[in-house]
């Protein structure tokens, strides 16, 4: 069954969906889980549901197919109820305009769909000014022309790959700095820059904040002085600003004067409240602030001319959000983490520690081991990586040293150290037991290596009672044990082609013993088997005597 619709799987993400496709789809659906036993087929099912349902232009055309035929049955949905199932839906959507949007994927990778026929105005807008895009300042987002990117890790190396182009051997790069202030981010401006037909439901929702958003506050600090917006206010901002990347510099009077090869060399990025531009001329740049200029004027935005600069990029730095790119004397481009945003990552963890009021020395190493996973996908391609990972593990040793001293302040530093450091691989690695479930926590580094690992897996649809299925799950289970055995084992283990000595059967187990025949013949046994034998020879001994 999966073999047939293999190849419509792989195109599902880039297909183009229209009412005839989906009723096809989900009427193959229903017919694949009606004939799907719950014992064979059961993770099949799952699987097909999972597809189906995680496709948000699916889920887009069945609620337009919802709504249109409650309206034609005369049933009426307040505009609350109509908002509420919008909220339900998943938050994958990046961009949305009138005829197109775009799906995240992992790793930064977008998709186009065309977008189902919507009636309703309410629905096209909601999308597109309200849900489309998600804080910046909650989930450290930046935007990439002509993409947005999730990850910071994928858009820093993609700007490297960028930076490293034929075209771009004289970088000009500038950076302007927007000016938010209290006063800015209010309905009334919101209303009057918002290009929206409908005023009033914006109002509605305005009033109605609380009932449909979450109450989380996003505090900035601004001179010293700190303002707590709501998340809603940042969603609608972000809309405002997220044009500047779909602007086209080659339809906004430059055609005449510039080739396209020169154009296409322009790249934004926008970081937060910073716009940065990248160009390899000085008229291109020049032109690209003007228009950045006026486009923050319509919208009422102050820019900051003391932050702006402009410069040549081979010969001085350049900082874009918590990173440096310079270029080095082999004219290759480095990234480096900036000072103040390691200090930040030492404060963080140093709270982490010293905020553990209750002793619980397992929800330290948790938090710690969370914190670490996040630091290593956002910042592992960085140049002095390894230095930054020593440097961390250190200061993060030494942390929580002082505060197991603390603890045990009578004990000795040999009792410490056996208590709470075991070497693993010729490493120290701090552990603590959990006394209610046993259970051992050990805390992580922060280096980690990008290693190809051979892992051999069952599928998850078998039959284990066909022929041909029980002959590969044998093979597999024998290249599992065969990669996990070493030294010896291994060289014993392939002389006798995977079979146990005495018992003459396939060892799956792991539990293997070597047993000498003679003086210097060595055989590989199971532990069970062996065990037998040991059993019968006792027996045989408490008869004789």
């Known amino acids: 069954m999966l073999k047939k619709y293999k190849s419509f799987f792989k195109k599902l993400s880039w297909y183009q969906f229209n009412w005839k496709t989906i009723k096809t789809f989900s009427l193959y659906l229903e017919d694949a889980i009606s004939h799907s036993s719950l014992e064979h087929n059961r993770r099949s099912s799952i699987f097909y549901i999972f597809v189906f349902f995680n496709s948000s232009s699916i889920k887009l055309a069945l609620l337009n197919n919802i709504l249109e035929d409650l309206e034609n049955k005369n049933i009426f949905i307040s505009l609350e109820e109509k908002y509420q199932i919008l909220l339900t839906l998943d938050d994958k959507i990046n961009e949305l305009e009138v ?30 000014y309200l849900l489309a895009l998600v804080s910046e300042e909650a989930l450290k987002k930046s935007t990439f022309y002509p993409r947005t990117y999730r990850d910071t890790s994928d858009f820093i190396r993609k700007l490297k790959e960028e930076l490293h182009k034929k075209k771009f051997k004289r970088n000009y790069i500038s950076k302007v700095k927007m000016l938010f202030t209290k006063n800015k981010i209010s309905k009334v401006w919101l209303l009057k820059n918002l290009p929206f037909r409908r005023h009033d439901i914006i109002k509605i929702f305005l009033d109605n904040i609380t009932n449909f958003f979450y109450n989380k506050k996003i505090r900035i600090k601004k001179d010293n002085v700190s303002f707590y917006f709501n998340k809603f206010y940042f969603l609608l901002v972000n809309f405002l600003i997220h044009e500047i990347n779909n602007l086209d510099f080659y339809h906004h009077g430059l055609r005449k004067h510039y080739t396209k090869t020169l154009l296409n060399s322009f790249y934004l990025i926008r970081n937060k409240d910073k716009i940065y531009t990248l160009t390899c001329s000085k008229t291109v740049q020049k032109y690209s602030l003007s228009l950045i200029n006026t486009f923050l004027k319509m919208r009422g935005i102050n820019w900051d001319y003391s932050l702006y600069s402009a410069f040549n990029f081979a010969e001085q730095k350049i900082n874009i959000g918590d990173y440096e790119f310079m270029k080095d004397a082999n004219k290759n481009i480095t990234c480096l983490l900036l000072k103040n945003h390691l200090k930040n990552y030492k404060n963080k963890l140093k709270m982490i520690i010293k905020s553990n009021k209750f002793r619980q020395i397992n929800n330290i190493i948790i938090n710690l081991n969370n914190e670490l996973k996040v630091w290593r996908n956002n910042n592992f391609f960085l140049n002095n990586f390894l230095i930054l990972t020593k440097e961390l593990d250190l200061y993060m040793n030494k942390l929580l040293w002082r505060y197991v001293k603390r603890l045990h302040s009578r004990r000795s530093k040999t009792w410490i150290y056996k208590k709470y450091w075991i070497c693993i691989s010729g490493n120290w690695r701090f552990i603590s037991k959990d006394q209610v479930t046993g259970k051992i926590n050990v805390l992580l580094s922060h280096f980690f290596t990008l290693k190809s690992v051979f892992i051999s897996r069952i599928p998850l649809i078998t039959n284990f009672f066909h022929k041909v299925n029980l002959k ?5 289970r024998i290249l599992k044990v065969k990669n996990s055995l070493t030294g010896i084992t291994s060289l014993i283990y392939n002389r006798q082609k995977g079979f146990c000595y005495k018992c003459k059967l396939p060892m799956f187990e792991t539990r293997l013993k070597i047993l000498k025949i003679q003086k210097r013949i060595l055989i590989l046994v199971h532990y069970t088997c062996d065990k037998i034998q040991y059993n019968i020879r006792q027996n045989n001994f408490e008869r004789n005597y």
């Open 472 to 476: 590969k799950i044998f093979y597999i």
């Open 99 to 128: 005829n197109n949007f775009f799906i995240s994927k992992d790793k930064g990778q977008s998709t186009n769909h065309v977008l189902p026929s919507l009636r309703k105005i309410f629905i096209l807008n909601s999308y597109s």
